[in-house]
């Protein structure tokens, strides 16, 4: 039986030449190879689907032989070469490399990647998900490796000064995941692969609020850490890619904008987004919501206030 399944396997794999030993070019030419290799990803035919899945091979730096990517029973040919294409893919096989990367040290080994799952949004890879089989080379076990890839995103925390008293803007949202209302700070993913958060941030200001944010005076909190952490924080690292850079708005305003951003509906309805506003005192916050944005960013804002290393508040907001 183990013969028989290494030879069904064995016919998955693209042909693989050996080539003569040359020095390791840097990532991420690597994906340009894993480009090339793509033309040649095996449509598997009726008879033979169970047995030869679509599937190729890549060379990755660090990885002991060139790795395996294998598409899920089902999963449309179109939807594979989207997945190898796609932003989310190219920048965990560039993680794997960074400083502090799964195959920098070389005691693990990256063999296979199963892809499993393709969420389009237009035109890109919104969400993609696959497992990755990482192998610790002296127990010889795997590392828990399923991965549910969703890139960069931004959150805003907006404090509006208001007669001594100062507020904080948060979205009352359905988040269908948990199958709850929940009540969080303005957020959003980044949309393309330039990594303008800032820019990001205030657009996803106003497309969930309405308030027009300059960008001069938004404040990157999570720039406030140690550059070894990356700039950003890391909600669910143990299942998700997601990395989210935490914004701070501060303002003056009368209390009519107060009074008139309570409860008002907002959002891209075209896009599904049913969202109310709330206001509440900065100062009851931190017991006002779960959203973790939202407690990371009080931490941050917190720490940040007493280290001095905010600039002084703008004298008023226009909203």
């Not at 030869?52 to 899920?72: D, K, M, N, R």
């Amino acid at each position: 039986m183990a013969t028989v399944a290494a030879t069904s396997r064995a016919r998955c794999l693209l042909p693989f030449r050996r080539r003569a030993p040359r020095p390791p070019l840097p990532f991420p030419s690597p994906i340009a190879r894993a480009a090339t290799h793509r033309r040649g990803v095996r449509m598997a035919s009726s008879e033979a689907s169970a047995s030869a899945p679509l599937s190729t091979t890549i060379e990755v730096p660090g990885a002991a032989a060139p790795v395996v990517v294998v598409a899920a029973p089902g999963l449309p040919e179109a939807d594979f070469r989207n997945a190898l294409d796609s932003s989310l893919f190219k920048q965990w096989l560039s993680n794997l490399q960074s400083e502090k990367g799964v195959l920098t040290y070389g005691r693990l080994n990256l063999t296979r990647v199963l892809i499993q799952g393709v969420d389009m949004f237009g035109k890109r890879v919104g969400f993609l998900k696959f497992k990755a089989d990482i192998i610790d080379e002296e127990t010889k076990t795997k590392v828990p490796g399923i991965v549910f890839a969703r890139g960069p995103a931004v959150a805003v925390l907006i404090l509006l000064e208001s007669n001594g008293q100062t507020y904080a803007v948060l979205t009352e949202q359905v988040r269908v995941p948990i199958g709850k209302f929940v009540l969080e700070l303005p957020a959003g993913m980044l949309d393309d692969e330039k990594g303008d958060f800032v820019g990001t941030a205030v657009r996803e200001v106003e497309e969930e609020t309405g308030i027009k944010l300059n960008l001069e005076d938004m404040v990157d909190l999570t720039a406030l850490l140690n550059p070894a952490t990356g700039g950003r924080i890391l909600p669910s690292p143990g299942g998700c890619d997601e990395e989210i850079g935490l914004f701070l708005y501060r303002g003056r305003v009368d209390e009519e904008t107060i009074r008139s951003l309570q409860g008002k509906e907002t959002g891209l309805r075209d896009h599904g987004e049913l969202i109310k506003l709330r206001v509440v005192p900065y100062s009851q916050l931190w017991r006002s919501t779960a959203d973790a944005k939202a407690l990371c960013a009080i931490a941050l804002y917190e720490m940040a206030k007493r280290e001095g290393l905010l600039p002084s508040c703008p004298p008023s907001a226009n909203l």
